[in-house]
């Protein structure tokens, strides 16, 4: 089974809908992570959390929240989906400081159209 | 200025050659330097972290560290059509709250 799982895998939505994006991971990682993807701009930073009270704003926060359900589970939601949303999300997790913990391991991702 | 900076390319080599990605990085206190091959459509995997100054070798690839010119570079060698791929450098930014800041990545294409 893999470590990070995202639901859904594909989601057609149309403006002004609230979207919700789900994260799981069996990796006992504390800390989560949410990026969109779009061509050519590479990862961009939504929210993060380091553990479950935890939870901060990253590069590309507006129009989004987050949810940290439990050490396992970090839930991304588009209050009014807006069509300049349509990108590739992904989550990813990474262990507590260290040598190496830094690395992050991410989902498969969620591929997200905004009509 | 981009934080993390990559030629996106693309960049074409022939099965068998070398093949060189280059990432430029502003803040001179980062410490740790990783890279990550994303085929298309599916999620960044990591090839290799490398935090101290020098060469460090996996396999066909090696990663390339130089702090005093701020720049980290991954070669691959004996390149394979399977390696065509973007390749993402991370780096994570002193005082970033251990958050990686990524480039924009490289389109490595390998003929046959």
């Known amino acids: 089974d893999a470590d990070v799982t995202q639901t859904p895998r594909n989601r057609i939505t149309k403006t002004g809908k609230r979207i919700m994006l789900e994260c799981s991971q069996t990796?006992?990682?504390?800390?989560m992570y949410w990026y969109r993807q779009d061509p050519g701009l590479g990862l961009r930073l939504i929210y993060y959390s380091f553990d479950v009270k935890d939870i901060n704003k990253g590069e590309i926060s507006d129009g989004y929240s987050v949810s940290r359900q439990a050490q396992a589970k970090f839930s991304l939601s588009l209050e009014s989906a807006i069509p300049n949303q349509t990108a590739l999300y992904f989550c990813?997790?990474?262990?507590?400081?260290?040598?190496?913990?830094?690395?992050?391991?991410f989902g498969p991702g969620t591929r997200l159209t905004v009509l | 200025q981009k934080e993390v900076e990559q030629n996106s390319g693309p960049l074409s080599v022939p099965e068998g050659a070398i093949a060189s990605l280059n990432c430029t990085y502003s803040d001179r206190g980062s410490q740790s330097f990783f890279w990550y091959r994303q085929y298309s459509g599916k999620s960044p995997e990591l090839i290799m972290f490398?935090?101290?100054?020098g060469d460090k070798e996996d396999g066909r690839f090696t990663a390339q560290l130089n702090k005093a010119s701020q720049y980290v570079s991954l070669l691959i060698r004996d390149s394979q059509p399977s390696d065509s791929a973007t390749y993402l450098c991370?780096?994570?930014?002193?005082?970033?709250?251990?958050?990686?800041?990524f480039g924009s990545g490289t389109q490595l294409t390998v003929l046959p």
């Open positions: 990796k006992g990682h504390d800390r």
């Open positions: 990813a997790t990474s262990d507590l400081p260290g040598a190496g913990a830094d690395t992050q391991y």
């Open positions: 490398i935090y101290s100054n």
């Open positions: 991370a780096v994570l930014l002193s005082g970033s709250a251990r958050q990686l800041t």
